[in-house]
């Protein structure tokens, strides 16, 4: 059964195009090299068309697919499970940016080109494609899409979805649904194209999708300022809303400990206020302008005198240059890098209401504290969305893999316990995966989890795409 599926396989996309043989590494082992999987093969499709092919061949094999893009998510979705069962579709081959419409401000792009390349496309076309985040340079536009990535802009432009205009879908069934007209209305029935959007290759496979675009700023400038308190950090946040309005495209946190970790494993980094030894925490702001660099600045001086005068900020530097700002941002960016370096650590995607962040932080602290000797806890995110990366570090000098074994249970119970006492959600924007699919049993509403197994059901009722990842297992 299993030659002939690959035989099949190898007349829809091409030999060289079907790997199952040889180190399969890059799409076994998930980003965080956490999980390692078994794929029965690694297809490469060139076009939506080889897609739909080889996914009808799977379902009537009884072969199911795990879509794979650049194989950066952090929720171990997109390797394969240990049976050697599964096939894996990666969609890097479908790269091309298909059309740029100036008048329409929209772009439309193959699922399997890379951010990067999305973004940098829409710039020399003299527009910003806002979308952002660390892995970038390796992550899709469908997986993005298929994770509902966030990043460091949302607060001024939102998350994949509502960059998206529409997508172009292999259902389960290998059908292709044309979904791209880029339309800003459209209330013809439900949105489909919504309930694509972070469906984690569970619902249908992303070929395609139109983006929306936005005019270049005339001027981006960052600040770091050094604040008192997490209470300060959300008073500075109302007031950078009330100074730059829309000009305010980032707004991201720090915790002391997060950055020392940076100052400790890429020395070569400069970190603000670090060594005063009393700034908790640290606040990077970007100011996106319309008109002009010194209104720019203006606006960013004028917040931060006011931010200084009521105690909100200790310091403050404003980068003089973009070599200066892209060093800043890269200071934040290292933090998972570093982390990575002091070794295996539990993270955590959470979100909470901006206002209810700093008492959440307090507690949990308070509450990790006193229930695991030693915890160290690397505190960071995007405080503009409300969205923390609450992780936790083993105790110096411990061993981390066997911290891992005897705690991520229990340390990943009290923190998403805590989150729901304080009425957040327990993924902000990572999602769901196979990594945490048995929390979302425990976290989510009954009656929204009925609602999605029945969408499940309707649109992939063999549990041919991606089985096991965000509902988990399902009865067949
Ligand atoms: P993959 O990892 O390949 O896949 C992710 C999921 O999407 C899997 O379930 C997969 O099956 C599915 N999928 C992939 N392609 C398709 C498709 N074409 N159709 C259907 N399903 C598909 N995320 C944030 O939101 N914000 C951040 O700031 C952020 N920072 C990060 C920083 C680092 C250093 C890293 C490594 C990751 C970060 N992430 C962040 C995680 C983020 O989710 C992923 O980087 C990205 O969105 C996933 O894209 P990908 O192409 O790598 O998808």
């Known amino acids: 059964m299993k030659e002939a599926l690959i035989a099949q396989l190898r007349r829809i996309v091409g030999d060289a195009q079907v790997l199952d043989q040889g180190d399969l590494t890059a799409y076994e082992l998930d980003w965080r090299k956490r999980s390692r999987g078994k794929a029965l093969a690694v297809v490469r499709p060139a076009d939506a068309g080889q897609v739909a092919e080889v996914v009808k061949a799977c379902a009537a094999a009884g072969v199911s697919i795990v879509p794979q893009g650049g194989n950066t998510g952090l929720a171990v979705g997109s390797v394969p499970d240990e049976s050697g069962t599964q096939v894996v579709l990666n969609m890097a081959r479908m790269n091309a ?85 880029g339309l800003r209305k459209d209330n013809t029935g439900y949105d489909l194209r919504d309930l694509l959007v972070g469906s984690e290759g569970t619902l249908g496979i992303i070929t395609a999708a139109t983006m929306k675009l936005y005019p270049l700023p005339a001027a981006q400038l960052t600040a770091w300022a050094a604040v008192p308190s997490l209470d300060h950090a959300v008073r500075l946040l109302g007031l950078a809303h009330r100074h730059l309005g829309a000009g305010l495209t980032g707004f991201e946190v720090m915790g002391r400990f997060a950055l020392g970790l940076v100052a400790r494993h890429f020395p070569q980094q400069r970190v603000p206020f670090l060594d005063d030894g009393g700034t908790p925490w640290c606040v990077l702001l970007e100011n996106s302008d319309s008109e002009s660099e010194s209104h720019a600045r203006e606006r960013f001086e004028a917040l931060l005198e006011q931010a200084v005068e ?167």
Request: negative net charge; aromatic residues 4%; hydrophobic residues 40%.
């Open 97 to 181: 940016i298909r059309a740029i419409d100036p008048d329409n401000l929209t772009m439309t792009v193959e699922a399997g080109c890379v951010l990067q390349t999305l973004q940098e496309a829409a710039e020399q076309a003299g527009f910003l494609f806002p979308l952002s985040l660390a892995a970038e340079g390796s992550c899709t536009i469908g997986g993005n899409l298929a994770t509902n990535a966030g990043g460091t802009q949302v607060l001024r432009y939102g998350n994949a979805r509502e960059l998206c205009l529409g997508v172009e879908v292999v259902t389960a069934a290998g059908d292709i649904w044309e979904g791209t007209s």
């Open 310 to 476: 009521q105690g909100c900020v200790t310091d403050a530097v404003v980068a003089e240059n973009l070599g200066q700002a892209k060093a800043l941002w890269h200071v934040r960016e290292s933090i998972p890098m570093a982390q990575a370096e002091e070794g295996l650590n539990i993270k955590h995607d959470i979100s909470v209401a901006v206002s209810r962040i700093p008492a959440f932080v307090a507690e949990t602290d308070a509450l990790l504290q006193r229930e695991i000797d030693g915890v160290r806890l690397v505190n960071f995110g995007h405080l503009g969305d409300g969205n923390l990366h609450y992780n936790v570090q083993a105790p110096e000098g411990g061993d981390a893999r066997r911290f891992l074994e005897e705690q991520e249970e229990r340390v990943n119970t009290l923190v998403y316990d805590q989150v729901e006492r304080f009425g957040g959600s327990f993924s902000a924007e990572h999602g769901i995966g196979s990594l945490k699919a048995h929390k979302l049993q425990k976290h989510k509403s009954p009656v929204a989890l009925g609602m999605m197994r029945a969408i499940k059901q309707a649109l992939d009722p063999r549990g041919t795409l991606n089985p096991g990842r965000v509902l988990g297992d399902l009865p067949r």
